[in-house]
């Protein structure tokens, strides 16, 4: 099982720039998550899915779009990147709703905006 | 608004000792209580996760303890082993909003 799959790994941006971060999940879960982990700080909430056409603003969201067309796949997009949101970027997913079930992890996306 | 930390931020111990890993959050309301580990460029690997129900929970050399009404949960891991060297995170899940508030981590290394 791929469990949950983040691409790029690595990316440089200009400031300015946009991307688009991709996550994909091969378990059927109907939550995804996207976080961002600074240097020394714990993981923040950016959005979160419920399940496919739902989505809704973590701790986090400004700067920052999500869409969920499918189950499996929860792209987050930057728009006008900022040296803010330089990060590492965690795509996670679960079973079930209030945590009953652990959060699978992808690998992360570690973005440096220039 | 919840808030975890974790100290120490980090730990360095010889192989086979015991280590002992703290974790406080304010809000006692929780749902429940994972602990993840962390390897440097990797995801997160979930360890335990405890209920609000339970005390503890087990899993191999590992112990978890939870303690709602003081707001803290500690990690046990027994006989340490160099390859138990890596970061591990708290977090809890609390409220409506499918959040997980986490700490900033503990970075422990297991010296051979």
């Known amino acids: 099982n791929a469990g949950v799959t983040q691409t790029p790994k690595f990316r440089i941006l200009k400031i300015g720039q946009s991307m688009t971060l991709q996550c994909t999940q091969d378990m059927n879960h109907n939550y995804m998550y996207w976080y961002r982990q600074d240097p020394g700080m714990g993981l923040k909430l950016i959005y979160y899915?419920?399940?496919?056409?739902?989505?809704d603003k973590g701790e986090v969201p400004n700067g920052y779009n999500v869409s969920r067309s499918t189950t499996e796949d929860f792209p987050l997009r930057l728009e006008l990147a900022a040296p803010s949101q330089t990060s590492v970027y965690f795509c996670?997913?679960?079973?079930?709703?209030?945590?009953?079930?652990?959060?699978?992890f992808g690998d992360g996306t570690r973005l440096s905006i220039l | 608004k919840q808030e975890v930390t974790q100290i120490p931020a980090a730990l360095s111990v010889p192989e086979g000792e015991n280590l002992v890993l703290n974790c406080s959050f304010t809000d006692s309301a929780i749902y429940n209580l994972q602990w993840f580990r962390q390897d440097p460029g990797k995801g997160l690997t979930s360890l335990l996760l405890?209920?609000?129900?339970?005390r503890e929970q087990t899993s191999g050399r590992l112990n978890a303890s939870l303690d709602k009404s003081s707001g803290r949960s500690t990690l046990y891991i027994a006989a340490s082993q160099p390859g138990d060297s890596a970061t591990y995170l708290c977090?809890?899940?609390?409220?409506?909003?499918?959040?997980?508030?986490f700490g900033a981590g503990t970075t422990v290394t297991v010296r051979a």
């Open positions: 899915s419920v399940g496919a056409g739902i989505t």
């Open positions: 977090a809890v899940y609390s409220g409506n909003d499918y959040k997980l508030s």
């Open positions: 996670a997913s679960s079973r079930t709703e209030r945590g009953n079930q652990p959060q699978h």
């Open positions: 405890i209920q609000s129900s339970q």
